[in-house]
């Protein structure tokens, strides 16, 4: 089966940098997704990781370790815009249809 | 400027009665799906489809059903055997080239609720 942990809630403070955490379970790895998703709005894709290491992308960085099923989405300069939820998603298999399974997401709360 | 459309945004159902909502997108992507989100739980997987005329049940198939008829278009209807509707419905769809790294690009999503 498939199992993706991510906290439910965190808060953080305008300019800070806070670090998501995403552990996974799956059957096999064929890349890892992050994504952040406004309250009641579509998710918009942020990163991908399917090698060991680090992606910076501007402000968003994605980090994967796969023997160890982790990887962390890393915010800095948070900015008020930046509350929203972050959904990590797993692909477990190679091949067709591109099948991934997200995680509950982590509602991130930025405040002052 | 290329995008998926869900529509309607809000969609209400009676005892008893199927819903269709629909999904169109302009991306020219091969593979398209549909997934469910309902508070504290990640999105689940309906259904989706490769190619026209193809179609696949994902986790939580059971009083949902789709069709695939043209590659824009993706239709999901949710049917009274669905006792449990109300949630926040997201489409999505993805270019099956260019390597596994491929996002999915998703709609704006559809609100359903039971009168």
């Known amino acids: 089966g498939q199992n993706i942990d991510q906290p439910t809630e965190m808060t953080a403070t305008e300019g800070a940098i806070v670090q998501i955490n995403c552990t996974y379970q799956t059957s096999g790895f064929n890349g890892l997704f992050w994504y952040q998703q406004h309250a009641g709005e579509a998710p918009t894709f942020l990163s991908y990781n399917v090698l060991d290491g680090l992606e910076e992308k501007g402000r968003f960085s994605s980090f994967l370790s796969r023997s160890k099923g982790y990887s962390y989405l890393l915010l800095k300069e948070l900015q008020m815009k930046d509350s929203a939820s972050y959904l990590c998603?797993?692909?477990?298999?190679?091949?067709?249809?591109?099948?991934?399974?997200f995680g509950i997401g982590t509602k991130l709360q930025v405040i002052p | 400027d290329g995008g998926i459309t869900q529509s309607p945004k809000y969609l209400f159902r009676k005892e008893g009665q199927n819903v269709t909502l629909s999904c169109e997108q302009n991306?020219?992507?091969?593979?398209m799906y549909w997934y469910r989100q309902d508070p504290g739980q990640g999105l689940r997987l309906i259904y989706y489809?490769?190619?026209?005329?193809?179609?696949q049940k994902g986790d939580i198939a059971e009083g949902y059903s789709v069709s695939r008829e043209k590659k824009e278009s993706f239709p999901l209807t949710v049917t009274s055997a669905q006792k449990n509707p109300t949630a926040f419905y997201l489409c999505?769809?993805?270019?099956?080239?260019?390597?596994?790294?491929?996002?999915?690009?998703f709609g704006d999503g559809t609100r359903l609720s039971i009168l």
């Open positions: 991306l020219n992507h091969d593979a």
């Open positions: 489809s490769q190619i026209v005329n193809d179609f």
């Open positions: 998603a797993v692909r477990p298999y190679s091949g067709g249809y591109q099948k991934v399974t």
């Open positions: 999505a769809s993805t270019n099956l080239g260019g390597g596994s790294g491929q996002p999915q690009h």
